[in-house]
């Protein structure tokens, strides 16, 4: 029956290869590997005549779409078999999930990560023989860096791509079985916004407490299952894992079989352990992640697709001039030095203070202020590009207004008290120069368009309080637009809003222009 089994595997694995798009997970020789020649293997000729891949050093992605036969749920899942970082079980944790996956409406993703390099052909025999020893040990963790890199690549490259597979980009996750466990915890813990799960599994996972140090407060739900007769004694690993996401408020959901060993994977072996697949199922079906595509769910995947190409640029900008400044550089080399007796004003800021400036230009012109606002910027790039766009033109004040993309993550996941720094930091920068500060209120807001659950409207009245705080305790002005501008939800006023009740229309302005007006005279008295 068992070689019955494997047969029926094998032939599903070829027809799956013949069918499915490989995708090499970078353009060339993957970073950290570049010297690495070894040509990927499969076979079965080892110690327990098990059916492995080994050697791989060129990553790859191969896609699976769902069954036909099954309406397509939106959801996509990166396996990542295990095998100790030396091979990849490719049966009972690759090919066998995939098929299973695909038949619940799920796009499957098979990920083929590096792994150490096996001399010969029996890479289980290699690993046996190495376990234990300090120079194979150091190479063992040095590829397990490796291949959490892989795994993160492909989280990207998933969520770029999203509406290529027809996946919403929301609804990515990963499941990792043993060293492929290992991957699951690791993403889990160390991501960008890009590279984020939204979903993962570990089964029977085998990884280092040390991910467990710094959770997320972002991180994301955890399936954990795992045998209490596990040969490696792993149990304990999924306990912890268990224990840590739920002392720090995530989702997390266990099941420990009281027989199972180590690597049950697909088996069927006649043992309560079998139904973790089941519970895995209802898990998925828990948070929404098998529902067939719906209009609302299709609108959804494109307000997501949005967010993703945003964070894209984003990421393309990292490489090139991350803070933008190189947006006033010519308007700044143009302006002159202040004229005697001239009471400059900067307004530094996101979209809100650039669509300001924009929108009702007499203001600025008639009042002798500068707009130096960059559309979708967060309050570290404002740090970053303050001497250029503040200090250096000399200001006498400068209004500050950042922290609506902070909070909606638009370079990733930052602490409510890092944007509170960042923007103290920019003031303190400021009075250091001889420039007065002003600290505008973070506008209103109960929903990003963009980058949606974020449910920003209680941490806007946060960071806002310590603001206020601050500028009180050093006798600085605080610009109150959010009282002004709020309802009943905490939210932007639907009269004041321009779109995604996020920036101000022109009405909008005309309520913060008296406000600021009044602020900077009471600065500069």
Excluded at 71 to 91: E, R
Excluded at 97 to 107: A, D, F, M, N
Excluded at 397 to 426: F, K
Excluded at 441 to 451: D, K, Q
Aim: hydrophobic residues 40%; proline residues 6%; contains cysteine.
């Amino acid at each position: 029956m068992k070689k019955l089994t494997i047969a029926l595997l094998l032939l599903i694995a070829i027809t799956a290869k013949a069918q499915q798009k490989v995708i090499p997970l970078y353009n060339g020789p993957a970073p950290g590997s570049e010297k690495w020649t070894w040509s990927e293997t499969e076979n079965d000729s080892n110690m327990y005549h098990a059916h492995t891949i080994f050697n791989v050093s060129k990553p790859t992605l191969t896609v699976y779409p769902p069954d036909p036969a099954v309406a397509a749920t939106g959801t996509a899942v990166i396996v990542c078999p295990g095998g100790g970082f030396q091979s990849l079980s490719i049966m009972q944790e690759g090919y066998a999930v995939v098929k299973w996956l695909q038949e619940k409406g799920i796009t499957a993703f098979l990920l083929k990560y590096r792994l150490v390099h096996t001399l010969g052909g029996d890479p289980y025999k290699q690993e046996t023989d190495s376990r234990g020893k300090g120079g194979s040990d150091q190479e063992r963790a040095t590829v397990a860096g490796m291949a959490t890199a892989d795994a993160q690549t492909a989280l990207t490259y998933v969520r770029v791509h999203a509406t290529e597979y027809n996946v919403s980009p929301n609804q990515i996750g990963l499941i990792g079985f043993s060293a492929g466990g290992y991957l699951a915890v690791a993403t889990a813990t160390n991501y960008t916004a890009a590279s984020r799960p939204n979903f993962s599994a570990a089964i029977y996972p085998g990884f280092s407490p040390d991910l467990l140090k710094n959770i997320p407060t972002d991180a994301p739900p955890m399936f954990i299952a795992a045998a209490s007769d596990d040969t490696f004694g792993l149990e304990t690993l999924s306990t912890m894992l268990y224990t840590a996401w739920v002392n720090s408020k995530h989702e997390a959901e266990i099941h420990i079989y009281n027989k199972g060993g180590h690597g049950f994977g697909m088996n069927i072996q006649n043992l309560p352990s079998d139904s973790w697949r089941d519970r895995y199922s209802d898990w998925l079906n828990s948070l929404g992640l098998l529902k067939p595509l719906s209009t609302e769910k299709t609108e959804a995947m494109k307000n997501a697709e949005n967010w993703v190409n945003y964070q894209k640029w984003v990421e393309d900008r990292v490489h090139n001039d991350w803070p933008w400044i190189k947006k006033y550089e010519d308007d700044n080399a143009k302006l002159p030095p202040p004229a005697p007796g001239e009471k400059r004003v900067v307004f530094m800021g996101n979209s809100i203070t650039e669509n300001w400036a924009n929108m009702d230009p007499d203001f600025f012109k008639n009042n002798g202020y500068i707009g130096r606002g960059i559309g979708g910027q967060t309050s570290s790039q404002m740090l970053v590009r303050f001497r250029e766009d503040v200090i250096n033109l000399h200001p006498v004040a400068v209004v500050i207004e950042a922290g609506t993309n902070d909070i909606a993550q638009n370079t990733g996941y930052i602490s409510l008290e890092n944007i509170y720094g960042n923007i103290i930091s920019m003031a303190q920068l400021a009075k250091a120069s001889g420039i007065k500060p002003i600290i505008g209120s973070i506008l209103p807001a109960t929903e990003f368009s963009w980058h949606k659950g974020l449910e920003p409207a209680e941490k806007i009245v946060k960071v806002n309080e310590w603001l206020k705080s601050y500028a009180t305790k050093n006798h600085l002005v605080y610009v109150d637009y959010w009282s002004a501008m709020a309802n009943e939800k905490k939210g932007l006023k639907v009269e004041l809003a321009q779109d995604a009740l996020v920036h101000p229309n022109i009405a909008g302005y005309k309520v913060m222009e008296p406000l600021v007006k009044q602020g900077i005279d009471e600065t500069l008295k």
